[in-house]
């Protein structure tokens, strides 16, 4: 067994998992964190994407272990019980998605974007989600929704709002 | 997944003494967009993975007295990013970023894209073109030999069990050589090349001095061709000689066809390919005279 110990959403949390335990099984099986979805199991579809460390990677190309001591963060995590954050606002205002099952991942590569980015081009938006297929949406709305996202971000830095917006739920 | 063992390694020489204990029962874990993939599909059935990709020492992007030093770990997303890279190799940075799409750059690394060993590998030509070494570790040391020779047949290295690609090394003298990378796939991005292609040269009085071309995804590994880059040595440089250098590359690739491509449509692209990045080489050197002369 490998022993994994992380911090996921702000949180730290501990698992005990055999080594063939993809990041993704343990988030989903261990962690009941169901956000992050199997789509095509070999990196292709983005519909697992995570955070790691700032970075959105494929969470069923990374083993349990290859996370541990990282920081993870879900889909989970990017709201709080009173706020969606602003990338979801912007793709709910926006009609970005319509089954939604792309949409933790897509939302999530648009985080790493935008975290780096306040102000990215068309070209950059897509460069960035180029690795989170859709079978439902034609991608342009939720290219709109990010520009629309990143708006909101570069208001909300501006404005520097002091009720800071929390990064993390509480379960 | 079958089961497996799994091991951090902490160091180099950790992860050395785990690979010359194991041997071939052990594999090596760097970004695993790969391996996982393979380990999925039962290729291969290893007894015990040994995860490097804690070993910062193979991170390091740096210039040393003999040349500029990439770690094998460093990531697609760390080559885009290094200012060095950008600075003196940006085939380099082209090349990283032509991979699959920001998660496989984030996690995937140069040493495991060239370990891979498979035809249409990205970080291949420009490297090839610009005669790239790598530095191999193993329980009896380290040696160093040119990248060319790391590569054997489709997904076999010259690597035995118990080595570790430590780094990959721009000799000195080639820093400063203009050099591009062009690649053609089926989509922009997450596409495979159907043939990708890296040139560099000096130039000399406006003639081609040392050109290399490295043609990729057309034969068993990366290859170079070198009838055309004897045609190109010592002619003077315009867009008709360009042509002519991809014309007699075409003819030195040995394509298949296969669902994504057939054959001539290769050979054809080889053409194209090579014109194109003998061009962004040359408009690299004058854009970099421009910069130096202001
Ligand atoms: C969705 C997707 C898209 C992709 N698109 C592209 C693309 O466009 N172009 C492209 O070229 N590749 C592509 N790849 C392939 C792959 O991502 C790259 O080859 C990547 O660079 C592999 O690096 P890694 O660190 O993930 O290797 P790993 O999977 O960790 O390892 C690959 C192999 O190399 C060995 N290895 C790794 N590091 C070392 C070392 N230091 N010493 C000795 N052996 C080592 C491993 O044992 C294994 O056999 C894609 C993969 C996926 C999943
Ligand atoms: S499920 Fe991970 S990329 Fe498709
Ligand atoms: S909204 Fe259905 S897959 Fe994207």
Known sequence: MTDVTMTINGQTRSASVPPETTLLQLLRENFNLTGAKLGCDVGDCGACTVIVDGQAVNSCLMLAGQADGRQVLTIEGLASREHLHPIQKAFENSGALQCGFCGPGVLLSAKALLDDNLDPSTQEIRDALSGNLCRCTGYTKMIEAVQEAARLLREESRTQLTHARPEVATP | ?294
């Open chain 2, 1 to 294: 997944m079958k089961a497996f063992g799994y091991v951090s390694a902490k160091d180099v020489a950790h992860a050395v003494a785990l690979l010359g204990e194991h041997g071939a029962k052990a594999k090596i874990l760097a970004g695993g967009t790969d391996l996982l993939v393979e380990l999925k599909h039962a290729v291969h059935n290893p007894e015990i993975i040994v995860d490097i990709s804690r070993l910062s020492e193979l991170k390091t992007i740096a210039v040393a007295d003999d040349g500029l030093h990439i770690g094998a770990l460093a990531t697609h997303g760390d080559i885009m990013n290094s200012s060095i890279i950008r600075d003196m190799f940006p085939a380099m940075v082209d090349a990283a970023h032509s991979i699959g799409a920001a998660q496989t750059r984030n996690l995937g690394t140069l040493g495991g894209n060239l370990v891979t060993c498979v035809p249409s590998m990205d970080s291949g030509p420009a490297l090839i073109a610009l005669e790239a070494l790598v530095t191999v570790a193993s329980s009896a040391g380290r040696r160093q030999m040119p990248l060319g020779e790391l590569f054997v047949s489709p997904r076999k290295t010259s690597l035995k069990p118990g080595d570790l690609l430590v780094d990959i090394v721009i000799a000195k003298q080639n820093l400063s050589k203009p050099a591009a990378f062009e690649k053609f796939g089926l989509r922009k991005g997450q596409a495979l090349a159907l043939v990708n292609v890296g040139a560099a040269f000096f130039i000399d009085k406006g003639n081609f001095l040392c050109p290399r071309i490295a043609l990729g995804a057309v034969a068993p590994t990366v290859i170079r061709a070198p009838k055309a880059e004897a045609y190109l040595e010592g002619r003077k440089i315009s867009a008709e000689a360009m042509a002519e250098a991809g014309r007699i590359a075409a003819t030195e690739a040995k394509p298949i066809s296969d669902f994504r491509a057939s054959a001539d449509y290769r050979r054809d692209l080889v053409a194209v390919l090579v014109k194109r990045a003998l061009a962004s080489a040359q408009a690299r050197a004058a854009a970099k005279q421009k910069e130096l002369a202001a």
